[in-house]
């Protein structure tokens, strides 16, 4: 069929469905209400993934982290082994820095609450401190927005230098602009610490995970000097980032607990006494319970959609039935099978596009209902999934009842009243 006749195909579609307005909006509500279950779940999902995923951020991607717990644990295994196990030490940092070669950078980092800050006559409580060395912005992202990193140098003589968490400066600093601070001097602790940077503001998160908004960062060894490693000081993770080609980490992980065995002194035949975390662990629960959502979306939307399809597949019947007496005059004039099928095989399609967009357009609602921590936003994946589906439901419900129209013999649909 040329381009032509698709058009006048395409034309009779329209008309049809303008000629009977009421009926044409019945029909597609079913698939209206059908994209919307399955795309509003998609993007509830997607905005869902987007913000658990922002929230762990701060994990870093292929990272392993050293300690003494693992993040998830096994029913099966005596808890009281968790708790005998050493807790990483620097001398186990040093050996694996000196050894590892499978590793693009290694960290050690430890926190600890309850720092007071104090600019002239402004003071605030109650703040998280963190330690890190030197390679530790590669590692875990540390976004600057004034000032700098810390040095080699400051953080192998534990220097009291300081970077500020956005809303711990704005705080401190009140009516002062931000990136008129750095240099100057605050109190932690009761000592004197120069500010050297201030990160970017990070804003609240979905699962209200660490934040750097409200945290001070300073050399390692100069939170060692307050708090030294111990029960009631500081207990540090050592942290591992894995080069690009190792894609899975598969290398690094193995050379990080062949390496521990032997400082440790482990035995071939006894079991590890550390654990190695990856953030992947929770990747793989999250995409779980996605799965899940995402497979609840399609086994409702399907529904919907099913009964869509059987209206539309009806109305098509009942358009075939009122107009047959119109194909036979058409195939009398010369109309070709192709026409008369492409004819309703169109308004079939056409149905369920426009019930699709409805559909579209209701989720396109969903983001009144966002917020600083959840953003709903429908992406132009989602919208083509949508317009597909919506196309390929009309093809489905359209097809018999094109080809039933297509087959009519002239003289027999002409006599048809």
């Known amino acids: 069929m040329n ?18 307005l009421l009926r044409t909006l019945l029909s597609l509500l079913g698939v209206t209400i059908g994209i919307f279950a399955i795309i509003g779940v998609l993007t509830f999902v997607d905005s869902l993934e987007k913000g658990i995923k922002g929230s762990l951020s701060f994990l870093g991607e292929s990272v392993i982290y050293v300690q003494k717990m693992p993040w998830t644990f096994s029913s099966n295994y005596p808890w009281w082994k968790y708790i005998n196990r050493p807790t990483p030490s620097m001398e186990e940092f040093d050996f694996l820095e000196k050894n590892l070669t499978h590793a693009k950078a290694i960290s050690v980092f430890a926190t600890r609450g309850g720092f007071t800050a104090k600019y002239k006559k402004n003071s605030l409580s109650g703040l998280v401190a963190q330690g890190i060395t030197y390679q530790h912005n590669i590692v875990s ?9 810390f040095t080699q140098i400051e953080i192998d003589r534990a220097v009291e230098v300081v970077i500020l968490g956005n809303t711990v400066a704005q705080d401190l600093f009140g009516t002062e602009k931000v990136e008129t601070i750095i240099d100057k001097i605050i109190k932690l602790k009761g000592r004197k610490f120069r500010i050297i940077g201030v990160l970017k503001k990070q804003g609240d998160n979905l699962l209200d995970a660490p934040s750097n908004d409200n ?25 591992i980032k894995g080069k ?27 079991e590890e006494n550390f654990a190695l975390n990856r953030p992947e662990q929770f990747a793989v629960f999250l995409d779980g319970v996605i799965g899940v959502l995402t497979l609840a979306g399609w086994v409702i939307g399907s529904f919907s959609m099913l009964v869509g399809g059987f209206g539309i597949a009806n109305i098509m019947f009942v358009s075939v039935k009122e107009r047959t007496s119109l194909i036979g005059v058409q195939k009398a004039l010369g109309a070709k099978r192709a026409f008369i099928l492409w004819q309703f095989l169109l308004e079939a399609v ?12 209701l989720v396109s609602f969903l983001s009144l209902f966002s917020s600083d921590t959840f953003v709903i936003s429908l992406s132009i994946k989602n919208m083509i999934l949508g317009v597909s589906v919506a196309t390929i439901i009309g093809i489905i419900a359209g097809i018999i009842p094109a080809l039933l129209a297509a087959k009519l013999d002239p003289v027999e649909a002409m006599r048809s009243v």
């Open 215 to 239: 945290i001070t960062i300073m050399p390692y060894y100069t939170l060692a000097k307050m708090f030294p490693e111990g029960k009631t000081g500081i207990q540090p993770t050592i942290s």
């Open 350 to 361: 056409l149905l369920c596009i426009i019930g699709g967009i409805g559909g579209l357009i």
């Open 141 to 149: 992202d540390i976004p600057i927005q004034y000032g700098r990193y």
């Open 3 to 20: 381009f032509s006749l698709w058009l006048e195909s395409l034309s009779m579609a329209l008309g049809a469905l303008k000629s009977n």
């Open 244 to 270: 690009e080609k190792d894609k899975k980490m598969q290398n690094v992980e193995g050379e990080i607990t062949g390496l521990l065995r032997i400082k440790r002194g482990l035995r071939p035949k006894q």
